[in-house]
Each structure stands twice: as structure tokens, then as C-alpha cells.
């Protein structure tokens, strides 16, 4: 399955990501319009820890 439905088209994308945009600076730097504690607010919130899911404590929603 293609993501991409034209050859310019952006991927799907979950939509509290639909305006981040990631891109590499001269210097090889990760440069983002989004800060790091708003990616791990939104990662907490979404993905869950593979490390973390068995450990007692872990919120797993």
C-alpha cells in the first residue's frame, strides 16, 4: 500500500502533527517548528513503551 496518493502529495499523518516539519540544517542539525516538549507531550500521549508496558505502575491507556 502506497501513502502517497501523487508523487508530491505529504504522507498521512495523525492530525496534532499536521503542521510539524522536521529538516536538516548546513551543519546536519535537526531543526523543528515544534519544540521537544511538545513532541513528548504528544508521544506520551500516543505511543506506548515497549520497555515500560510490563512494569507495574505504567499507565497504559
Do not use: H, W
Not at 499523518?13 to 546536519?28: M, R, S, T, W, Y
Not at 516538549?37 to 510490563?54: G, P, S
Amino acid at each position: 500500500m502506497n501513502i502517497f496518493s501523487r508523487k508530491n502529495d505529504k504522507p498521512k499523518v495523525n492530525q496534532e502533527l499536521k503542521d510539524f516539519e522536521v529538516k536538516i540544517n548546513a551543519l546536519g542539525e535537526l531543526t523543528s517548528n515544534y519544540n521537544i516538549d511538545q513532541i513528548n507531550e504528544f508521544l506520551n500521549k500516543n505511543v506506548t513503551d515497549k520497555k515500560l508496558k510490563d512494569r507495574n505502575g505504567y499507565k497504559n491507556e
